[in-house]
């Protein structure tokens, strides 16, 4: 044991120099390590004092785990089932992620887009409704004007035909600018709905679009859109003619009775043929527009990315036609009531057709607000049929991180790769 020695300024340091049994060095101040090494419990320079004995140090106490959050390598939620990484985040550089998607993923995408974009959404849609309901309305009102103006040219006429000619007059004019009026409802429809169909092919990847380049994207499709369209409808008349003749053949072989109760299951197997085929079919106008494709092409593809997930796919279109129909309605009753208080009070032509205005008015702002939510919510169950079907979120993800240096219209030719 060595003598103590006087250090400078008189202070005194005792060091045993002893080795213990571990081999290590220990020093007379009951540490270890070098000289000036904080005691064995002692935090680290800089950290606050420990607590009590059994209980974590400050700022790491019990959840919220204090100031500090948890200590390092806590396996708590957010932190990885290893405790050390949390899942990378989704990729959403426009209205969706670029994953299977949700119903409310749907939904919300079907709203996020129109709120983006509103010129190409809520704007063309005003265009292109606005435009028919003048036109049709134009239509519906001429039979009226016919009519008060053949009324009074016949005014004062004994002719027991007169009253016969105004009947006849008005009610073919009538009929056709009904005729009319469905050709361009059809036709206004199927502008729109592609329209839109570019515009959220667009929206998936957080890119706009204008109407005019919009317009120039669907120009070459819309024929195909339109032979698709009156196709469609072609086989759904088609489809209704074959019960109304059975049931027409039965009633005159048989009786009325015999009829009706041979027409029941008919018309339970034609609603359901219709929305099972309406529902196979959904996809054909997206498959056209976005893939370019033609319309057998369109029909296969459509029924083979809907086949494997039917229900699914027709519950969220009934659900999204429900939302829709309860919008229109309760934006367009205050409308539909004033005209239907007019028709029936309706004591001359003028305020006939003031109802008239009135009804179209309803109707073209409640397509306006619903017409590109049900439209976006069928180009994104399309886009997550694909998702879920062919991995198609990976192309998605693709162009979404080789986009931003890229020109919009390039992620248009991505959604060709699901070509066969």
Do not use: C
């Not at 019960?243 to 034609?270: E, R, S, T, Y």
């Not at 494709?293 to 494997?308: D, E």
């Not at 004591?347 to 702002?365: E, H, K, N, Q, R």
């Amino acid at each position: 044991m060595a003598a103590p020695k006087p250090a400078a300024g008189g202070v005194t340091l005792s060091i045993t120099g002893a080795i213990d049994k571990m081999g290590t060095m220990t020093y007379d101040a009951g540490g270890y390590g070098p000289a000036g090494s904080p005691p064995p419990g002692a935090p680290p320079t800089g950290y606050p004092p420990p607590g009590p004995p059994g209980f974590p140090p400050p700022g790491y106490g019990p959840p919220p785990y204090g100031a500090y959050g948890p200590p390092p390598g806590y396996a708590g939620p957010g932190y990885g089932s290893a405790g050390y990484f949390a899942p990378p985040p989704v990729i959403r550089p426009g209205v969706v992620p670029l994953r299977p998607l949700t119903l409310s993923d749907m939904f919300n995408g079907a709203i996020a887009y129109m709120r983006v974009n509103p010129k190409a959404t809520l704007g063309l849609t005003t265009i292109v409704v606005v435009a028919a309901q003048l036109f049709g309305l134009a239509l519906s009102l001429w039979p009226l004007a016919f009519a008060g103006q053949l009324a009074g040219s016949l005014e004062g006429d004994a002719n027991n035909g007169a009253s016969l000619v105004l009947q006849n007059g008005s009610g073919l004019a009538s009929l056709a600018s009904s005729f009319a009026a469905t050709v361009a409802t059809t036709l206004s429809t199927i502008l729109l709905s592609g329209l839109l169909t570019v515009v959220v092919g667009r929206a998936v990847f957080g890119a706009g679009i204008g109407i005019g380049e919009a317009w120039r994207r669907l120009k070459p499709r819309l024929w195909a859109l339109i032979g698709f369209t009156l196709a469609e409808g072609i086989g759904a008349l088609v489809l209704i003619a074959i019960p109304v003749v059975i049931i027409a053949v039965v009633a005159v072989a048989a009786n009325g009775w015999a009829a009706f109760f041979f027409a029941i299951p008919l018309v339970l197997a034609l609603i359901a043929a219709l929305a099972y085929l309406g529902t196979m079919l959904a996809f054909a106008p997206a498959i056209i527009v976005l893939e370019r494709g033609r319309i057998g092409y369109a029909v296969r593809r459509s029924f083979s990315l809907i086949k494997g997930d039917f229900w699914r796919v027709f519950g969220i279109r009934v659900l999204a036609v429900v939302v829709a129909q309860i919008v229109a309605a309760a934006v367009a009753i205050p409308f539909s009531f004033g005209g239907q208080f007019l028709l029936t009070a309706a004591a001359s032509t003028g305020t006939a057709m003031i109802a008239m205005v009135l009804i179209a008015v309803g109707g073209a702002i409640g397509q306006i607000i619903t017409g590109p939510f049900s439209a976006g919510v069928v180009v994104l169950q399309y886009t997550d049929r694909r998702i879920r079907a062919e991995a198609f979120d990976l192309v998605l993800q693709t162009g979404a991180t080789t986009g931003w240096a890229a020109p919009p219209n390039s992620t248009d030719d991505l959604w060709l790769t699901g070509q066969r």
